[in-house]
């Protein structure tokens, strides 16, 4: 019972460091025509969302270094890409 409540656990935390990290990019995107100094905007975005994913995934692994706990939030961080790669694509000119 531990088990599964520590794997929904893991997946809620991959789910949660996936929207961050690829809300974050798209957001980063989303104002990059915009911003003046842009190889900077995309490089401190890509830093911030590394370091905040990879901190979060080492709390994920837990101080017994449980690599289920971490694949199970891995996959769940590539649902969330997934998900919102196809939610947010942009309107295709030739849609018929």
């Not at 025509?33 to 905007?41: E, G, I, N, Q, T």
């Not at 995309?42 to 706990?69: C, H, K, T």
């Amino acid at each position: 019972m531990v088990e599964l409540s520590m794997g929904l656990l893991a997946a809620l935390g991959g789910l949660v460091l996936g929207l961050f990290y690829f809300t974050g990019l798209w957001f980063t995107l989303r104002r990059l025509p915009d911003h003046p100094h842009p190889a900077l905007w995309v490089a401190s975005s890509f830093l911030l969302r590394l370091a905040v994913s990879l901190i979060g995934f080492y709390v994920i692994l837990g101080p017994d270094r449980s690599l289920a706990r971490l694949g199970i939030a891995l996959l769940a961080f590539l649902v969330v890409r997934i998900l919102l790669t196809n939610r947010l694509r942009p309107a295709s000119k030739f849609q018929s």
